[in-house]
Nanobody
Framework: QVQLVESGGGLVQPGGSLRLSCTASGFMLDYYTIGWFRQAPGKEREGVSCISGTDGRTYDYVDSVKGRFIISRDNAKNTVYLQMNNLKPEDTGVYYC???????????????????WGQGTQVTVSS
């Protein structure tokens, strides 16, 4: 069964850090493009970061996370990470990782570009 599973979310104080993991099962994600998205309460899902499956290039789509969030992959662990530093209350939301196991996709900030999603992990930044 093809599956993406996110983990690593939780409650953290402003200025703190979290590392989210997106682990694949049922397939090797070495050459797959993986995107991280988030959805805050009452808001639409937005693309946060993406790592290309073809050349490993990374992209950040939200200006406020540039310099604070880092996306990376560890093929040996079949996992993509999102390191989040200096977290702010506006980073609160459910974070999802996504790919597409049927189509070759390139990095995009649009959720419609991805067909395979994890269940999400909650990140809450609050004092």
């Amino acid at each position: 069964q093809v599956q993406l599973v996110e983990s690593g979310g939780g409650l953290v104080q402003p200025g703190g850090s979290l590392r989210l993991s997106c682990t694949a099962s049922g397939f090797m994600l070495d050459y797959y493009t993986i995107g991280w998205f988030r959805q805050a309460p009452g808001k639409e899902r937005e693309g946060v970061s993406c790592i290309s499956g073809t050349d490993g290039r990374t992209y950040d789509y939200v200006d406020s996370v540039k310099g604070r969030f880092i996306i990376s992959r560890d093929n040996a662990k079949n996992t993509v990470y999102l390191q989040m530093n200096n977290l702010k209350p506006e980073d609160t939301g459910v974070y999802y990782c996504a790919t597409d196991v049927l189509l070759i996709v390139t990095c995009s900030k649009w959720s419609a570009a991805f067909g395979s999603w994890g269940q999400g992990t909650q990140v809450t930044v609050s004092s």
